[in-house]
């Protein structure tokens, strides 16, 4: 398999891996693995996105990303 399609798709299946743990179910399951599982999805995300060279702008960037799928992915398994 490509390095490339390997880059992309790692990031989209631990998101996947980590909404379809949050979602409401009869078990209860622990929300520190949907945690972590959405923490590696987002920092390999953030190593495709393009640079602007500004920190500041980079750093501004990720976190309002981060806080955006965070949000999305709340909205979606709420009960």
């Known amino acids: 398999m490509d390095n490339t399609l390997i880059q ?29 599982l959405g923490l590696a999805s987002l920092y390999f995300l953030s190593s495709l996105t393009h640079r602007s060279g500004s920190v500041e702008r980079d750093v501004m960037f990720d976190v309002f990303a981060a806080v955006a799928l965070m949000a999305g992915a709340m909205m979606v398994t709420d009960k």
Request: avoid cysteine; charge should be positive.
């Open 8 to 36: 992309i798709l790692l990031p989209l299946v631990l998101g996947a891996g980590a909404v379809i743990w949050l979602l409401p179910s009869a078990k209860k399951k622990p929300r520190v693995v949907a945690g972590i």
